[in-house]
């Protein structure tokens, strides 16, 4: 259920997401998920794509910090009030959410999907899948395959 996301330090300069993604380009890596976190100066783009160890390889070869990490891709259902219920139930049971975003898969009907840290993963994947929400397996997310 861990899927592998990365982070890439970036200058907060024009430009500079244009050559992240131009590496991942030329080394045929397609992105499936897109953030970024900035300050003035600096920012984290942190990403998830479909080959995240060439994505990295390819990234650190062109000079680039990065960093791999795990995230989990969450379908909350597309209904009012749905993610509110995710954040509860994460937050009732002593687990922190350090950041979250959101994504569309193609096969996915558009509806929004998201990514998100917990500070026990592990803890946070016993009780979503008790709780009957949906997590999305790594190889539908690298692949674009229906879940």
Do not use: C, W
Not at 55 to 61: F, I, P, R, S
């Amino acid at each position: 259920m861990l899927i592998n996301q990365l982070s890439v330090f970036i200058e907060n300069k024009k430009g500079h997401l244009s050559k992240i993604t131009k590496v991942l380009k030329d080394a045929q890596v397609d992105i499936r998920a897109i953030s970024v976190f900035d300050s003035a100066e600096f920012g984290i783009l942190r990403i998830v794509v479909d080959k995240p160890e060439l994505g990295a390889e390819a990234l650190k070869n062109a000079g680039h910090v990065v960093k791999q990490s795990y995230v989990l891709a969450v379908d909350p259902s597309d209904k009012v009030g749905s993610l509110h219920d995710v954040f509860a139930l994460l937050s009732d049971n002593n687990v922190n959410i350090e950041y979250v975003y959101s994504f569309v898969m193609p096969n996915n009907q558009g509806a929004p999907l998201i990514i998100l840290k917990a500070d026990d993963q592990e803890k946070a994947i016993a009780l979503l899948t008790a709780s009957d929400f949906s997590l999305i397996p790594k190889e539908a997310v690298y692949n674009v395959q229906k879940y």
